[in-house]
């Protein structure tokens, strides 16, 4: 059984879906991570810079007023900004706070930090509407050993927000860069397919006969394949050859030596009257020249294959073949008939193969006619259908499957060879058609039936 073939198309998608997901999968958590941290940074550089500002503003002893810082977001309640001062013991007790306008009348529970040493430290708060709040703070001391820790906060929402709307325009940005890649791979895709269409499109004209080459003018990754097909071609066509030019030279040396060794001694026992008995060696060369002609005509048979690549006119080939009968038998004046040879009718075969096929049946017609020969040629959905048929004595119907087989003969005369249906039969076959005998409703002799596969027109 022959597994299903897949599409290049189905197989092209998927790598470009493949390779599409693999970036997206490893960029978007990079890039995510990437912009948190360095967005994450600067917020903390910013309150880093509030934090020495607020340091540089404090006073030498706890009593004295400090500056006021600028930004007025220290000023507005509950703007997200906020700052708290706490005077210290050595121990990290609370003695006194200091707080922006920003937290109203609330606080921030600020870690006991209590090592001036320390860097600043980071927290995470709740703010005075119980929001998340980033803390960075430290504790210093100042002239006369008062002891400070000092806090900077910001809303954590901000940061956030802002994270989550770069995650968006991230997707976006990767659902364009997807669709870019579509597009991309689509051109490539689009051509190649139009090549492997174009390919297609030439190898079943070569098999319906409309060519008998490929062409060169294909990309060069696919001139190994058409190559190599015309090669093939090439090589089959002249083994054919060969074997047609073997066999016509192998009846030659044989057959015609035989047939004249044969007629020689006909004449000789004919010009002889003073004996009327059939000289010995004549029926071993009656029956040696039957059997030479039997051996040849099956072998013309087997190499009557349709060559790919090769067409041949059904009707020109009958129009050709009646008029040459019609003219052997001219002084029989035979009234011919025919019908449907106007339209061209192509077939898959060599033209000399059906030459060979139908002369023998319209000479058998000729032949057996008393008055009539028909010859029609019809189209059927798969192919053509000839019909031969005449007026003569015709084949019992019990004898038709008898009548085809090799070497039988119903005609009694010494030139008949009993091999003209049996040789038609197996050329229609080796054609890829059939061939069937039948009476003629109408003029009541043989109709030979050849049913032939067509070509597109």
Same mark, same amino acid.
């Given at each position: ?151 900077? *906060?910001? +809303?954590?929402?901000?940061? @956030?927000?802002?994270?989550? /709307?770069? $995650?968006?325009?991230?997707? &976006?940005?990767? #659902? %364009? ?11 490539p895709f689009w051509w190649s397919h139009r090549v ?42 002249? *083994?054919? +050859?060969?074997?047609?030019? @073997?066999?016509?030279?192998? /009846?030659? $040396?044989?057959?015609?030596? &035989?047939?004249? #060794? %044969? ?106 006619a008393v008055h009539h020969v028909c010859l029609s040629?019809?189209?059927l959905d798969a192919g053509w259908q000839v019909v ?70």
């Amino acid at each position: 059984m022959t597994p299903p073939s897949r599409s290049l198309r189905l197989m092209w998608l998927t790598a470009a879906l493949v390779a599409w997901l693999a970036i997206a999968v490893s960029c978007y958590p990079l890039l995510l991570n990437a912009f948190s941290a360095e967005v994450q940074r600067q917020f903390r550089d910013e309150l880093a810079r509030h934090l020495e500002a607020l340091l540089a503003a404090l006073p030498s002893q706890p009593q004295e007023w400090w500056q006021e810082l600028s930004d007025p977001r220290w000023h507005k309640p509950y703007s997200g900004w906020y700052w708290q001062i706490e005077s210290i013991d050595a121990q990290g007790k609370r003695l006194r706070q200091w707080r922006s306008r920003s937290l109203w009348d609330t606080t921030l529970a600020l870690p006991t930090w209590n090592q001036p040493q320390a860097p600043e430290q980071m927290a995470v708060l709740r703010g005075p509407r119980g929001e998340e709040v980033l803390a960075l703070g430290r504790v210093v001391i100042t002239e006369g050993q008062n002891r400070w820790r000092v806090a900077v *906060a910001a +809303e954590r929402a901000p940061l @956030q927000q802002s994270a989550a /709307a770069f $995650a968006r325009e991230l997707r &976006l940005v990767l #659902a %364009l860069v997807g669709l870019l890649m579509a597009l991309a791979l689509a051109l490539p895709f689009w051509w190649s397919h139009r090549v492997l269409t174009r390919l297609s499109a030439d190898l079943k004209a070569l098999q319906r006969g409309e060519r008998l080459r490929l062409g060169s003018d294909y990309p060069r990754e696919l001139l190994p394949l058409t190559q190599t097909v015309n090669q093939v071609l090439d090589q089959h066509a002249a *083994a054919l +050859e060969a074997m047609r030019r @073997q066999t016509a030279n192998m /009846a030659h $040396a044989v057959k015609t030596p &035989l047939a004249a #060794a %044969l007629q020689s001694l006909t004449v000789a026992r004919r010009d002889d009257s003073s004996t009327r008995t059939p000289h010995p060696a004549q029926a071993p060369l009656e029956q040696a020249l039957g059997m030479v002609q039997r051996y040849l005509a099956r072998v013309r048979t087997s190499i009557s294959t349709p060559r790919i690549g090769q067409r041949a006119d059904l009707a020109h080939v009958l129009t050709a073949l009646s008029e040459t009968i019609q003219t052997l038998y001219a002084s029989r004046a035979l009234r011919w008939e025919q019908q449907g040879l106007q339209t061209p009718a192509w077939v898959m075969a060599d033209e000399r193969d059906l030459y060979e096929l139908f002369g023998a049946l319209l000479d058998n017609a000729a032949k057996y006619a008393v008055h009539h020969v028909c010859l029609s040629l019809q189209r059927l959905d798969a192919g053509w259908q000839v019909v031969i048929s005449d007026d003569g004595p015709g084949i019992p119907p019990e004898r038709y499957e008898e009548v085809l087989c090799w070497g039988l003969r119903l005609d009694e005369q010494p030139q008949a060879t009993g091999l003209g249906l049996t040789v038609a039969a197996e050329l229609a076959h080796q054609l890829g058609g059939q061939l069937r005998l039948g009476r003629d409703p109408r003029l009541g002799g043989l109709a030979v039936t050849v049913q032939l596969p067509g070509l597109a027109q």
